[in-house]
C-alpha cells in the first residue's frame, strides 16, 4: 500500500510506498499500490452525548472497512480520523479546522449537535471540503436563517442524511394530538440550537391542531435539579410533557417528575432516543416517548448486516439513532471520490483541492441505496428521506410504535 503525502504550498499529491493494515486489522482488498484519503468524522465521543457519538464514530468505520476490504474504489485506502468535540461548539470548530489542514482528508462525517455544526460549516465550506452530518435537524443549517419564509442554503459543501426538525416537530405535535390523544402539553427546552427549535416547532404545530400549551420553560445543560420545573408542570394540569434537548437532562426530568408523582409522559426528540435514557432515568422511562429519524435500523433488511458487524466488533455507544446514517454518509463520500476516479480515467485527481472540489459535486448527485433508504440530496443538501418513526419505552426498552412522515398542513 502507499501512504498519501503533501506538498502544502501546491496541494498536490505525492505518494510513497510501504506496508499497513487498515483499522479493523483486515487487509483493505487488493489496493496494491495506490493512495491512502482519510475522512474525518466529528462528535462527542467522550461526556455528554457520547453514547450517541460513538455510534456516529463506529458507524463510519464500518463503512471505511468495508470500503477497503471490497476494495470499492480500487487503488485507493480509506482511513478514519475521528475527533471528540464533547458537545462544545469552540471544540468542534478547532477540530473542523484540523481535518480540513490534514491533505489527505477529502470529507467529513459528523458532527452530532446542530449548534456545534453552526461553527464548523465556514471551515469546511472555505477549504470547499464535504460535511454529511448524520444527526443535525436544524433547519437553518440547510435553509439559512430565514428558512422560514425565505430558504436560502448557506453552504453548498454541507448536507445531512438527517431530517429536519420542522418535519421531526410537526410528526411529534401530530402524534401527540391525534395518537396520544393528549390535550394539554407544557413545553421545555435546553436554550440550545437544537431543542430551542425543535420545541418551537412542536408548540406551533401542536397548537394548530388544537393543543393547548399549559405552560413553557427552558433548563440549562448540565443541571441536575429540576425541581422548580416540576413544581411548575405538576401545576399546570398538563397531559404531556415536551422536551427539546439531550437525553442527558431529559432523563433526570422524567425521574424527579415521577418521584413527584406526576405520572405524564415525557416526549421528546432523537437527541434522547439512546438506551442511555433508559439506562439513566429507570422505571421512571416507561411510557416515555421520543421521534427518530427514518425507521428502525433493525427492520432494514440492507441494516443487519451493519448491525451485527457493529456487535460482533463490541462497538460501544448506541448504533439505534444515527449509526446506520453515519454509515450512509461515509459511502457517500467514498462513493463520490469513485466517481472523481471514474471520470479520470480510473484515477484519483492528484491535486486535493481539485478532488476535494469534486467529491462536492459527487455527493450532490448521489443516488444509491443505503442501510436506511435512498441516498440522495435536494438543493439545499437536506436528505430526500423524510420518514420518522415515534418510539415509547415498553420494558425497559425502546419501541417503534408509529413510522410515518410529517404533515405539515
Known sequence: MVILTSVLTTGALTLTACGSRDDSG????????????????????SGENSTTGLGIQYGAQIAVDDANKNNWVPGVKFKLKALDDKAQPATGQSNATSIVGDKTSVGA?????????????????????????????APELTQGKNWQTDKKRPFKTYFRTATTDELQGSFAAGYAYNG???????????????????AKIFNEQYKKLGGKV?????????????????TKIKNSGADLLYYGGQYDESALITKQLKDAGVKIPLFGGDGMFASTYIEAAGKSSEGDLATAIGVPADTLPAAKTFIQTYKDKGYKGDY??????????????????????????????????????????????????????????????????????????????????????????
Open 214 to 230: 399549559v405552560g413553557t420553560d427552558h433548563v440549562n445543560t448540565g443541571d441536575k435539579d429540576f425541581g422548580s420545573l416540576v
Open 109 to 137: 462525517v459528523g458532527p452530532l449537535n446542530s449548534g456545534v455544526a453552526q461553527t464548523m460549516q465556514q471551515v469546511f465550506a472555505s477549504a470547499n471540503m464535504v460535511q454529511i452530518s448524520p444527526a443535525n435537524t
Open 320 to 409: 439505534g439513532a444515527y449509526g446506520a446514517y453515519a454509515y450512509d454518509a461515509t459511502t457517500a463520500i467514498i462513493k463520490a471520490v469513485k466517481a472523481a476516479a471514474d471520470a479520470n480515467g480510473g484515477k484519483v485527481p492528484t491535486d486535493i483541492n481539485d478532488l476535494r472540489s469534486k467529491v462536492v459535486d459527487g455527493v450532490q448527485k448521489s443516488d444509491f441505496e443505503g442501510l436506511t433508504g435512498k441516498i440522495s440530496f435536494d438543493q439545499y443538501g437536506d436528505t430526500t428521506n423524510k420518514q420518522l418513526t415515534v418510539y415509547q419505552v415498553e420494558k425497559g426498552a425502546w419501541k417503534d410504535v408509529e413510522t410515518g412522515t410529517a404533515d405539515l398542513k
Open 180 to 198: 396520544l390523544k393528549k390535550k394539554k402539553a407544557f413545553v421545555v427546552d435546553d436554550k440550545q440550537t437544537y431543542g430551542a427549535g425543535l
Open 26 to 45: 483486515d487487509k483493505g482488498g487488493d489496493n496494491g499500490s495506490g493512495t491512502t484519503l482519510t475522512i474525518g468524522v466529528d462528535a462527542p465521543l
